[in-house]
């Protein structure tokens, strides 16, 4: 590069950095948006340009009930009315066609109605009926409100698992556990305030718990996956910290802070500084976390870990818990692909019952074991899937996609126990009475978390993103 010597007609040679360069030429517009687009990626405050950690605990607008979530992900869509919605009409018309119209839009063709092939009992003090694949959340449910009437967009696994997790099944969108870490920020800064447990690679994949255009210190961090047994589940590439990885750190980190001194404020630099020390802290307290051998027997039988089929999903639960009881702000827990799966589109009966027997004592467990800790009440447990399933048979023994009507259940976290809310028709397709849409759930989770969810936006591409997108409405009648 060259530039007009002052005293002379001649052009002499000059070095120009890329920073000088930015700065000094066309009036310093390029550096301008150097700066913008450097601030975006590592947290700056526009005001003093100085390095800000994104991940800070941050005080919320409103008053919060939860500090924390733990979602317990059903991948695949479980069968509403098997579990948690009971319909005496469907046995009273097994085998007959549904009386009204089916929805337009389906994922496969069905045929007659089928009645449940399990039976529904009344628990606790309620007096709500549970079916008996749930017979251990179903001894917890005076802690529960389940929502009968939730109801959502798309009939494909891609589209519902996006849409519950990020609330858009189509576009590109952070997820609910990015934009509670954008809001919030997380309490503990040696963990990560996002931990996905076990997730699938399949409809979505990393999207699940992707940031998308949230910086991306808001994305999850994954420990195992829907291939690898719990007790193997680690986060990739994080090894126990040792003596001689200190030193390395502490030598790197040294030259960085002398090389801050020479060049001035550098917030690209001293975002790498924080992230650098960050994943040694994290090497340090994530083993310690996860140590299952600190628990004592008790709580492992509580868990059902040391014993099948509930040792692995128990393994899970625990880590939440642990995790929760650390600060950590939204731990999701998947079970699903490909060694679980809620999708029985045939051998109802076999699938169901095989995929319950894995879950029911571990989710009982951990809803216990939170209460008799003290953490169920500032912790919001939720449970549930992308969609229901069809009231109407697919195929001998199967029921299809029903994102009509179905049933997720809330506990903890300023979430009246002991309840129902809403209702589907007769026979279970359709969300009739207080109807529930997924934005007014993550609308609800938020108010719950502290946060105004017409307010928590994000500048993206001309316009102001919301975990809602232009709808949802707090559901009141279910809160404390």
Request: hydrophobic residues 35%; contains cysteine; aromatic residues 10%.
């Amino acid at each position: 590069m060259t530039r007009l010597s002052p005293d002379s007609f001649f052009y002499t040679p000059r070095k120009f950095s890329r920073r000088a360069l930015l700065s000094e030429f066309a009036c310093g517009f390029g550096y301008l948006a150097f700066c913008g687009l450097n601030a975006l990626s590592v947290g700056v405050d526009s005001t003093t340009t100085r390095y800000v950690n994104p991940l800070a605990p941050k005080t919320p607008p409103l008053t919060p009930k939860a500090k924390r979530v733990i979602f317990l992900f059903m991948h695949g869509g479980v069968s509403h009315v098997d579990t948690f919605d009971p319909k005496p009409k469907l046995t009273e018309f097994d085998g007959q066609p549904l009386p009204g119209a089916k929805p337009a839009v389906t994922f496969a063709e069905t045929g007659d109605l089928l009645k449940s092939p399990w039976s529904f009992r009344r628990y606790g003090k309620s007096g709500i009926e549970v079916s008996d694949l749930f017979p251990q959340v179903g001894s917890c449910i005076d802690d529960i409100c389940v929502i009968r009437s939730m109801h959502a967009d798309f009939v494909s696994h891609g589209g519902a698992g996006l849409q519950l997790q990020t609330g858009d099944g189509i576009s590109i969108r952070p997820s609910m556990g990015s934009w509670l870490l954008y809001g919030l920020g997380t309490e503990n800064q040696n963990l990560p305030g996002f931990i996905t447990i076990s997730p699938t690679f399949f409809h979505g994949g990393a999207q699940n718990y992707g940031s998308a255009f949230l910086p991306a210190a808001y994305q999850g961090t994954r420990i195992g996956d829907g291939n690898t047994p719990a007790s193997q589940a680690k986060i990739d590439n994080l090894q126990a910290a040792d003596v001689e990885q200190r030193l390395q750190l502490d030598l790197l980190q040294t030259r960085n802070r002398q090389h801050l001194l020479t060049t001035g404020n550098d917030t690209r630099l001293e975002a790498r500084i924080e992230s650098y020390e960050l994943a040694f802290r994290m090497q340090t307290e994530v083993p310690k976390v996860v140590d299952i051998s600190r628990e004592t027997k008790q709580t492992l039988a509580l868990y059902g870990i040391g014993e099948e089929p509930t040792d692995d999903f128990g393994r899970q639960c625990l880590m939440a818990r642990q995790f929760a009881e650390k600060g950590v702000r939204f731990i999701q827990v998947s079970h699903s692909l490909p060694r679980s799966y809620w999708d029985q589109h045939g051998d109802l009966y076999k699938g169901h019952q095989s995929n319950a027997a894995k879950v029911d004592k571990p989710i009982a467990g951990l809803l216990k074991d939170l209460k008799q800790r003290g953490l169920l009440n500032d912790t919001l447990l939720i449970w549930g899937g992308g969609f229901g399933r069809s009231p109407a048979v697919q195929g001998k023994d199967g029921r299809d996609h029903n994102p009509y009507g179905f049933s997720i259940w809330m506990a903890g976290g300023g979430i009246k126990g002991g309840m129902t809310y809403g209702a589907t028709d007769d026979f279970g397709w359709y969300a009739v009475e207080n109807k529930v849409h997924i934005h007014d759930w993550h609308a609800t989770i938020l108010h719950l978390m502290g946060l105004d969810h017409t307010k928590l936006t994000y500048r993206y591409g001309g316009r102001d993103f919301r975990l809602t997108d232009v709808a949802g409405v707090v559901q009141r009648p279910i809160l404390l």
